[in-house]
């Protein structure tokens, strides 16, 4: 493969950690939550991990799902499943109930590796969803445990060479399951070659120096922790270090002790180190820029963090669908910094109306996405054909966010399409909720909208018409989403109304007429001794 005149030398993310780990050996190159470790170490653990799940029956095509928080097993997993020519599936460590048992149920996966504290959540098992016989966890294994956990040591016991596997740029290589652009979360299928084309688009966004190190505080099952705190160092041969979970009070004390110059906090976390009590220590760091993910945060917080930290931002836009992080970006010195990318770079993009017609300047519509590098993009939703088709129609990556492009060409993010929210760093589909909620008893009818989170993106609402006859409790129905979705979905705010707004033609609801309505008497999960609520007319 060539990439902008220069032959990019791997077709594999394995073939990259392989690459870096002879170049290394034993040299410290990683730091996995305070574990230093190398390439190499990294390279010889995925193989026997690899080994061990091709003894096992895994083999090129198969999934291959994690379900845990950052750490060192989750990139042996991916290394390893990489080397077999499997497909790694990183489930969202906040699964549970119903959400985990559609996600595991659409994945199918060969294998699936868990913590002690998912491995929790597999029992009693729905039986129509199968679940692998070859299944592993990261921590001991009680005696008698009945849910067949086999303990992850047992993967890394046994030497051996994984078999030999040709695996090309355009395979598969990463299942995302992620909001998607319409209906319920789906698994976004992704080509090797596009975190290796996530590593080069970092280098080029960073302008990356032989002295930088990384620090990365975002979740290894997303886009935003693999490519930014791995594929991007390991592309552009600098250090990492990886966090297990972001912590506002201990974020500069580990980019100090890291060494780190890149950093990656982003949407809410930025507001949140901004709200930490000032202090000299502020600017004793040695980072010099961070990722600019921060279109839904109050607008004083940007500068904010600019100005206070001493550093720089590259502002971006970034998809799953569309290859990850840093599909389009605006570099500190370029003509516009604030916006969300520049024009003609590695991907092209348009604003357009509902019928895909190019909107004026300066006018809001839906951002599209073209590549302008093969294997950059997402290949399909896993199975979901017509998901994919109605994505990609017209020959756009159609990504239901909302932008604008102004005179010299750049984009600006402005937010999400009504039927998506952004809560803590993720998305939402207003949908599924909807769908959990409406079967509550009691609960004749449910909408969902996003209202603003105090610290920046949203809060879940729900709007509900009861049963005639029927009262049912603000608390009963957040208890009741609460043991079925990920806690980030589960709704802060309930308002009953006796009547949803809809359109006069379609019948749809009138999510914006729900937006509009002030939150002023809505239930509210976190305040205590919150009053109920009257019904809307």
Same mark, same amino acid.
């Given at each position: 493969?060539?990439?902008?005149?220069?032959?990019?030398?791997?077709?594999?993310?394995?073939?990259?950690?392989?690459?870096? =780990?002879?170049?290394?050996?034993?040299?410290?190159?990683?730091? $996995? =939550?305070?574990?230093?470790?190398?390439?190499?170490?990294?390279?010889? &653990?995925?193989?026997?991990?690899?080994?061990?799940?091709?003894?096992?029956?895994?083999?090129?095509?198969?999934?291959?799902?994690?379900?845990?928080?950052?750490?060192?097993?989750?990139?042996?997993?991916?290394?390893?499943?990489?080397?077999?020519?499997?497909?790694?599936?990183?489930?969202? @460590?906040?699964?549970?109930?119903?959400?985990?048992?559609?996600?595991?149920?659409? +994945?199918?996966?060969?294998?699936?590796?868990?913590?002690?504290?998912?491995?929790?959540?597999?029992?009693?098992?729905?039986?129509?969803?199968?679940?692998?016989?070859?299944?592993?966890?990261? %921590?001991?294994?009680?005696?008698?445990?009945?849910?067949?956990?086999?303990?992850?040591?047992?993967?890394?016991?046994?030497?051996?060479?994984?078999? %030999?596997?040709?695996?090309?740029?355009? %395979?598969?290589?990463?299942?995302?399951?992620?909001?998607?652009?319409?209906? !319920?979360?789906?698994?976004?299928?992704?080509?090797?070659?596009?975190?290796?084309?996530?590593?080069?688009?970092?280098?080029?966004?960073?302008?990356?120096?032989? /002295?930088?190190?990384?620090?990365?505080?975002?979740?290894?099952?997303?886009?935003?922790?693999?490519?930014?705190? $791995?594929?991007?160092?390991?592309? =552009?041969?600098?250090?990492? @270090?990886?966090?297990?979970?972001?912590?506002?009070?201990?974020?500069?004390?580990? +980019?100090?002790?890291?060494?780190?110059?890149?950093?990656?906090?982003?949407?809410?976390?930025?507001?949140?180190?901004?709200?930490?009590?000032?202090?000299?220590?502020?600017? %004793?760091?040695?980072?010099? +820029?961070?990722?600019?993910?921060?279109?839904? $945060?109050?607008?004083?917080?940007?500068?904010?963090?600019?100005?206070?930290?001493?550093?720089?931002?590259?502002?971006?836009?970034?998809?799953?669908?569309?290859?990850?992080?840093?599909?389009?970006?605006?570099?500190?010195?370029?003509?516009?910094?604030?916006?969300?990318?520049?024009?003609?770079?590695? @991907?092209?993009? !348009?604003?357009?109306?509902?019928?895909?017609?190019?909107?004026?300047?300066?006018?809001?519509?839906?951002?599209?996405?073209?590549?302008?590098?093969?294997?950059?993009?997402?290949? !399909?939703?896993?199975?979901?054909?017509?998901?994919?088709?109605?994505?990609?129609?017209?020959?756009? &990556?159609?990504?239901?966010?909302?932008?604008?492009? /102004?005179? @010299?060409?750049?984009?600006?993010?402005?937010?999400?399409?009504?039927?998506?929210? !952004?809560?803590?760093?993720?998305?939402?589909?207003?949908?599924?909720?909807? +769908? $959990?909620?409406?079967?509550?008893?009691?609960?004749?009818?449910?909408?969902?909208?996003?209202?603003?989170?105090?610290?920046?993106?949203?809060?879940?609402?729900?709007?509900?018409?009861?049963?005639?006859?029927?009262?049912?409790?603000?608390?009963?129905?957040?208890?009741?989403?609460?043991?079925?979705?990920?806690?980030?979905?589960?709704?802060?705010?309930?308002?009953?109304?006796?009547?949803?707004?809809?359109?006069?033609?379609?019948?749809?609801?009138?999510?914006?007429?729900?937006?509009?309505?002030?939150?002023?008497?809505?239930? /509210?999960?976190?305040?205590?001794?919150?009053?109920?609520?009257?019904?809307?007319?």
């Amino acid at each position: 493969m060539h990439l902008a005149g220069e032959e990019v030398p791997w077709e594999s993310v394995h073939a990259l950690l392989r690459a870096r =780990a002879r170049q290394h050996g034993d040299a410290p190159r990683v730091d $996995v =939550a305070g574990t230093v470790t190398s390439w190499a170490e990294i390279d010889r &653990l995925s193989d026997r991990v690899a080994a061990a799940l091709a003894r096992r029956g895994v083999g090129t095509g198969d999934r291959v799902c994690s379900l845990m928080d950052g750490r060192i097993e989750q990139l042996l997993v991916w290394f390893g499943a990489s080397k077999l020519g499997a497909v790694w599936v990183p489930l969202n @460590a906040a699964l549970l109930g119903d959400d985990l048992v559609h996600t595991i149920g659409d +994945a199918a996966p060969a294998a699936l590796v868990v913590e002690e504290a998912t491995a929790r959540r597999f029992d009693g098992w729905p039986a129509e969803v199968a679940l692998p016989a070859a299944r592993f966890t990261t %921590d001991p294994v009680e005696e008698g445990d009945e849910r067949g956990f086999a303990p992850f040591a047992d993967l890394l016991a046994e030497k051996g060479e994984p078999p %030999d596997c040709a695996v090309r740029p355009s %395979d598969p290589g990463v299942i995302i399951y992620t909001g998607g652009t319409t209906g !319920r979360p789906k698994g976004v299928v992704l080509p090797h070659f596009a975190f290796i084309m996530a590593g080069y688009r970092y280098r080029d966004a960073f302008d990356v120096r032989p /002295d930088d190190r990384q620090y990365s505080v975002l979740p290894l099952f997303h886009v935003g922790g693999t490519m930014l705190g $791995v594929m991007g160092p390991l592309v =552009a041969d600098i250090p990492t @270090a990886l966090e297990r979970r972001f912590s506002a009070t201990r974020f500069w004390e580990r +980019a100090r002790a890291t060494g780190a110059t890149l950093i990656d906090p982003v949407g809410t976390m930025v507001t949140v180190l901004c709200q930490q009590p000032e202090g000299p220590g502020d600017r %004793d760091h040695r980072v010099r +820029a961070s990722v600019g993910c921060t279109g839904q $945060v109050p607008p004083w917080v940007p500068e904010t963090f600019r100005r206070r930290f001493g550093l720089s931002m590259v502002n971006l836009y970034s998809l799953t669908e569309g290859g990850g992080v840093l599909i389009t970006y605006a570099k500190p010195d370029s003509a516009r910094p604030e916006a969300n990318g520049a024009p003609g770079v590695w @991907a092209d993009f !348009r604003v357009v109306d509902e019928w895909d017609q190019e909107k004026p300047v300066g006018e809001v519509g839906q951002i599209l996405l073209r590549p302008r590098v093969p294997y950059s993009f997402m290949l !399909r939703y896993h199975n979901a054909l017509e998901r994919t088709l109605e994505c990609w129609s017209n020959f756009w &990556l159609h990504t239901g966010d909302l932008g604008r492009i /102004d005179e @010299a060409g750049f984009l600006h993010f402005v937010g999400r399409q009504a039927h998506w929210l !952004r809560c803590r760093g993720e998305n939402v589909s207003a949908y599924e909720v909807e +769908a $959990v909620a409406s079967a509550c008893p009691g609960v004749a009818e449910a909408a969902v909208v996003g209202v603003p989170a105090p610290l920046g993106e949203e809060d879940v609402k729900l709007f509900v018409v009861p049963v005639e006859g029927e009262t049912p409790g603000p608390q009963a129905i957040v208890d009741w989403c609460a043991a079925r979705l990920a806690r980030f979905k589960v709704p802060r705010y309930v308002e009953f109304v006796s009547i949803l707004p809809r359109s006069a033609t379609k019948r749809e609801i009138e999510r914006h007429t729900l937006r509009n309505w002030s939150n002023v008497g809505a239930w /509210d999960s976190r305040a205590q001794g919150s009053e109920q609520g009257a019904a809307r007319g």
